[in-house]
Nanobody, 122 residues
């Protein structure tokens, strides 16, 4: 059974940084594509970042240059490091496991965590 637990969300000022973590059980992150999505109230869920089984990365256009996704095969975790945060980054951030990697892009699976809230405000 796949289980994902996100952490690290917080209230942060514009321009600040934050690192989100996802502890994964039931699927090895080393051998599978993984991703982070976000959803703000009234908006569709959107890809923030994805990483393939080989370590290739895919980033959403609105966050390129400001986020880095990594995975740790020993701890079976996926992290999302975010910098230069903006108010429009405010959302619930959700971890996704074992999606597809197609033409350099991450496509979500049905395995989701509960999410962690990121609020960017002064």
């Amino acid at each position: 059974q796949v289980h994902l637990v996100e952490s690290g969300g917080a209230l942060v000022q514009p321009g600040g940084s934050l690192t989100l973590s996802c502890i994964v059980s039931g699927i090895p992150v080393r051998n599978n594509p993984m991703g982070w999505y976000r959803q703000a109230p009234g908006k569709e869920r959107e890809l923030v970042a994805g990483i393939s089984s080989a370590g290739l990365r895919d980033y959403g256009d609105s966050v390129k240059g400001r986020v880095i996704i990594d995975k740790d095969g020993l701890r079976n975790t996926v992290t999302l490091r975010m910098s230069n945060l903006k108010p429009e980054d405010t959302a619930t951030y959700l971890c996704n496991a074992g999606g597809a990697w197609i033409n350099g892009h991450y496509i979500a699976s049905s395995y989701w965590g509960q999410g962690t809230q990121v609020t960017v405000s002064s």
